[in-house]
């Protein structure tokens, strides 16, 4: 069983911090890592891996440094990994992402089943996974809580809707994205550490994947940013003055309407 | 400070490091309040060939030294010494096997060990003998095919969990110090019990029972090494064990002095943080002093143990006395350090000062320790 | 391509602090561009010796954009209940359709769906698309896909919105790559540029630090999701009139390769701080989960439901369906009452849209106090129990 897992190298968002003069990102010392919803997809690969005797192929769209992420797969129980690198990508936005990923996969061969994170936390969309299934013509289900049942030829799965969740039988090939609850990630193990170290990373460009240069990065992105701005500041703020009980009094007299 | 590790010995400690934060930090208080064994971080530590660190690569593992356990283990005492001295104890039941077991033995036990499918555990201790080990009473008695084990074993780590013991028992009590053996002895050996879980000041994780053998019935094989050669055995797996418990001690008292100087930064006294007193300051420099001397010492000593396995004895006590009293005084001071935070059980402080008591006693008291360091020195400069 | 004219740099920095990405650095007094550049062009607007360029290839506008045209809005229906959102997003629709002077058409897809669709008329629709079928009483990401590709292909819509709920956020991407459009998820602002009609697309960008607004300017549709509560739906007017078009789609769009086997409506349902008028929310300032005891009182007091931030869901002191934050829920009470929260940048952006936020934290360096309307610093479990106390005086 082949189980590709698509991934991606974020800035963790607990510690990016909004400088307060500047009004934007400051970045010193905020370390990458692997997108934390895309290491609850590949530790749901690693076992359904173990469970089919299959392989796991960790794929990633990056800058060079994402290799790091991607040898932190292989030390968790992935077999082997492609990374998909070129200045001509910059821009991208989740059309060309999902674009490229397809020729990616064209080139990587087949597969039975595509294991993605729900979204992304840098850019929050979660329209890659989706995206990616249509292109690539496979039913696919979003948002997936568990895997109740799982053989060589499908599975059953439990996709969370906004009232509960719906239980839904499928054949592969297919994608599926997890969110958190799927599972608990493993710790690399050292064996894992060991291969990650010797492993060699496939790397792809452009021209590897025979894509269209009309149709990735900037060129290839039918949405645009054409402004970023500060968000609005709210009216009114104050911190309360006086002693802690006229302070409570305040409060309670501009909180009466909502009583 | 920097020791200058290796690729392979750092990759150990990041992935212990990590196991330690993400799985024993967060669940420490509920394991001491319950006495749980950590069944389920042992299964994640086998999955990330934990396990194999110190098992001969031939019989699946990585034939680690004296200085990768330390390693581990020390990342793991920094987050609970309960679970540390579960993990640890695996090893004292399995070195005698790698010591002294014959290829067959070590075929059959030591891949399942490595992989964490099986744990180990160690039986030496009894009733009436603890320090005087060779005042044991349990016996081996070979009838035909099988040996006979009669006895009883007394808090023994990972009894009830385990499932490969290594029992010593009189095999001839004639014959004085060579008069014991080393067997295996698995769970569900017929004759063979555990008693129920001990209920102890610390290290409430780890599992402490009796182990009872009424006519225990196991095959002959299963003799450790040769007839006779029991304490020698039992001496070198003590030597080679006690860096890991040392190793404890400076991964228990980091924890509690990273908990100390947190507290210290925060905690606002007199207009200041409590960090800025000289009197506390003071506290938190011994600390740290004990730790980093303690740390320095059972590198060296377990560097020295590998690359010295017939002068292991004086090193391996040394190690042990000092790291362990370290332990002691560090997290009593952690307390105070504290104050009423300290003693308070939402805080991990006091945890860390009623696990590390039993530092300073198992696998040889630190007064045994300055015995053998003494009779060591005696026989040195002669 | 992002590109550094080395003879007009004069290695000042000021690129450096523009960038919302930290993808441009000055080294060796000249700026170096990064591989994290979005080329979204903030440095070069800031620059003050116009050493930085931006080059694009001109791209292709799509043939026959001109002759898309409408505003349309995906409802969602499911188990006999219209989405709350798809009125709110008709509301928005409205609006954008009378900018454009074009009709607001809806598109409902379902089964049995009853008076539904003059419902959506009341609320602002011209037009109803209806396709009532028993393929579509369970949600299937293909055939909702291909039923609503099919229509927007027939009778093209310049602009199609959707909930950004499960259902949208799942098959929408599928829509938008099958007709190779821009789509852009979770706008809190839509709005149509004067000089040629397009819509302008906000969005909050790396947990609500930045807002970006985002354009779609050579392809058709332009397509975006909202969240719920984000927009305001239209009073309900009986009056209004709109049509009903009945489709009867072919049998191949309505196939499913998936099969739903079960339906299970859960626990999580019924913690829906997304519909609390007021909320009272807990962080790690409250030091310990008892401190939510002292909490619910104070929800008690005044109507409200409780909820926290992510860092005490992770610690299990409440469970998830509780979580505010942008891997929570996004939330917008009347009434936002934060304590012991720090405002970490990905809580904020799942309440910053509260219309009145409080907060109450022992920190007053907390990022909380700059979103807060009130703030008052010190211990909340001296505060709250004074608050409760002169809440249920005022009673």
New interface residues.
């Given amino acids: 069983m082949k189980i590709i897992v698509c991934m991606k190298q974020v800035p963790d968002a607990k510690d990016v911090r909004l400088d307060p003069v500047t009004n934007t990102l400051a970045r010193e010392g905020v370390q990458s890592i692997m997108n934390p919803y895309d290491q609850h997809a590949l530790e749901e690969a690693v076992r359904l891996k173990e469970a089919h005797a299959g392989e796991v192929v960790a794929l990633t769209m990056g800058p060079p440094q994402a290799e790091e992420m991607l040898r932190q797969a292989i030390s968790c129980g992935a077999d082997s990994a492609v990374l998909v690198s070129d200045r001509a990508f910059a821009g991208a936005d989740t059309w060309a992402t999902a674009y490229t990923l397809e020729h990616a996969l064209k080139t990587i061969g087949d597969f039975d089943l595509i294991l993605c994170g729900k979204q992304a936390i840098d850019g929050d969309t979660a329209q890659v996974g989706p995206g990616l299934a249509t292109r690539l013509g496979i039913p696919y289900l979003t948002c997936v809580q568990k895997i109740r049942e799982s053989s060589a030829s499908g599975l059953v799965a439990e996709r969370m809707m906004d009232d509960g969740y719906d239980l839904v039988a499928l054949e592969y090939p297919a994608l599926l994205t997890v969110v958190k609850d799927i599972n608990e990630p493993r710790v690399p193990s050292i064996k894992g550490k060991m291969k990650a170290k010797k492993a060699e990373i496939v790397r792809l460009s452009a021209a590897d994947i025979k894509a269209d240069p009309a149709c990735i990065g900037l060129p290839g992105s039918p949405t645009k940013v054409v402004n970023v701005f500060p968000p609005p500041a709210r009216g009114e703020r104050s911190v309360l003055q006086g002693t802690l009980d006229e302070q409570i009094d305040q409060l309670v007299e501009k909180l009466v309407r909502y009583m | 400070m920097d020791y200058f590790l290796s690729e392979e010995q750092q990759m150990i400690v990041d992935i212990a490091k990590q196991i330690t934060d993400e799985r024993i930090i967060p669940i420490r208080a509920e394991l001491d309040e319950k006495h749980e064994f950590p069944r389920q971080i042992l299964n994640e530590m086998a999955q990330a060939d934990l396990f194999g660190v110190p098992i001969p690569e031939e019989y699946g593992g990585f034939g680690g030294g004296c200085f990768d356990i330390v390693l581990t283990v020390e990342q793991l005492g920094r987050g609970c010494i309960g679970v540390g001295t579960a993990f640890a104890a695996n090893f004292l039941g399995v070195y005698p096997i790698i010591i002294a077991g014959s290829p067959e033995m070590k075929q059959k036990y030591l891949p399942d060990i490595a992989s964490g499918k099986k744990f180990g555990a160690f039986g030496l201790t009894e009733a009436n003998a603890g320090s005087d080990a060779s005042g044991i009473q349990t016996t081996a008695v070979l009838d035909g095919d099988e040996w006979v084990l009669n006895g009883t074993k007394q808090w023994i780590t990972n009894g009830g969990e385990a499932q490969v013991y290594s029992i010593v028992a009189i095999t001839d009590r004639s014959r004085g110090p060579r008069g014991a053996s080393l067997f295996v002895v698995e769970e569900g050996d017929p004759g063979f019990t555990c008693g129920p879980k001990e209920k102890k000041m610390g290290i409430r994780a780890s599992s402490t029972t009796e182990l009872i053998f009424k006519d225990c019935r196991i095959p002959k094989d299963r003799l450790i090494g040769r007839e006779g050669t029991g304490f020698i055995t039992v001496m070198k797996t003590l030597d080679l064990s006690r860096p890991g418990i040392a190793a404890l001690g400076v991964g228990l008292a980091q924890g509690a002095l990273d908990e100390a100087v947190k507290y210290a930064k925060q905690r606002q006294q007199f207009g200041k943080p409590i960090i800025a007193f000289q009197a506390v300051q003071h506290l938190l420099a011994d600390m740290a002093i004990g730790i980093e001397s303690a740390r320095a010492l059972v590198y060296g000593a377990a560097k020295h143990i590998q690359a010295h396995p017939k002068d292991m004895s004086k090193a391996s006590s040394m190690c042990k006395v000092y790291a362990t009293d370290v332990a002691m005084k560090v997290t009593t001071d952690a307390v105070q350090v504290m104050g009423g935070y300290g003693y308070m059980c939402e805080y991990p402080t006091e945890k860390m000062m009623r696990d590390a008591k039993i530092l300073q006693i198992y696998e040889g008291t630190n007064q045994i320790q300055r015995n053998v360091i003494g009779q060591e020195l005696n026989k040195e400069y002669s | 391509?992002l590109k550094v004219d080395k003879e007009l740099c004069i290695g000042c920095g000021i690129c450096e602090?523009?960038?919302?990405?930290?993808a441009i650095q000055v080294e060796n007094g000249l700026a170096v561009v990064g591989?994290?550049?979005?080329?979204?062009?903030?440095c070069v607007e800031s620059c003050d010796v116009q050493a930085l360029t931006l080059e694009?290839?001109e791209?292709?506008v799509q043939d026959d954009l001109q002759s898309w045209s409408g505003v349309w809005v995906f409802c969602e229906y499911?188990?006999g209940e219209l989405?709350p959102v798809s009125l709110e997003l008709l509301g928005i629709g409205r609006t954008l359709a009378d900018r454009r002077g074009v009709k607001l058409g809806a598109v409902l897809l379902g089964y049995r769906l009853g008076e539904t669709a003059s419902r959506l008329i009341g609320h602002g629709a011209d037009t109803v698309y209806l396709v009532d079928n028993e393929s579509l009483n369970?949600?299937?990401?293909?055939c909702y896909?291909a039923v609503t590709t099919s229509l927007i292909r027939k009778y093209k819509p310049e602009i199609i919105l959707a909930g950004a709920?499960?259902?949208g956020?799942?098959?929408?991407?599928?829509v938008?790559?099958?007709l190779?459009?821009?789509?852009?998820?979770?706008c809190t602002r839509l709005e149509i540029r004067e000089e040629d009609g397009a819509l302008?697309?906000t969005r909050?960008?790396?947990?609500?630090?930045?807002?970006?607004?985002?354009?779609?300017?050579?392809?058709r549709p332009q397509m975006a999701t909202v969240r719920s509560k984000v927009m305001k739906a239209l009073e309900f007017d009986a009056a209004r009139r709109g049509e009903i078009v009945v489709i009867d789609p072919p049998a191949d769009l309505l196939q499913?390769?998936?099969?739903?086997?079960?339906?299970?409506?859960?626990e999580?349902?019924k913690i829906n701080i997304q519909e609390a008028?007021?909320l009272v929310s807990g962080g790690r300032g409250l030091e310990?989960a008892k401190g939510f005891e002292l909490l619910n009182k104070l929800a008690d007091a005044?109507?409200a439901k409780v909820s926290a931030s992510r860092a005490v869901v992770d610690a299990g002191w409440i469970p998830?369906p509780h979580q505010v934050g942008?891997?929570g829920k996004t939330v917008a009470p009347?009434?936002y009452i934060a304590c012991g929260i720090s405002g970490?940048?990905?809580h904020v952006a799942g309440m910053?849209s509260a219309e009145?936020?409080?907060a109450i934290n022992r920190d007053?360096n907390a990022?909380i106090?700059?979103?807060?309307?009130?703030?008052?610093?010190?211990d909340l479990y001296?505060?709250i129990p004074?608050?409760i106390a002169?809440?249920e005086e005022?009673?």
Wanted: glycine residues 8%; proline residues 3%; charged residues 20%.
């Fill in positions: 391509m602090d523009a960038c919302p990405f930290g591989e994290t550049c979005t080329l979204c062009g903030a694009i290839a791209k292709h499911r188990r989405a369970d949600f299937r990401d293909d896909s709920t499960a259902i956020r799942s098959f929408i991407p599928g938008a790559t099958d190779n459009a821009g789509l852009t998820a979770d302008l697309q909050p960008a790396f947990g609500g630090n930045i807002m970006a607004t985002i354009v779609c300017e050579s392809s499913s390769r998936v099969r739903v086997l079960e339906s299970v409506v859960g999580a349902a008028d007021i310990t005044l109507g998830y942008q891997t009347k009434l970490a940048i990905q910053q009145t936020i409080v007053a990022s106090f700059n979103v807060a309307d009130y703030g008052i610093v010190g001296e505060i004074k608050l002169k809440i005022r009673r």
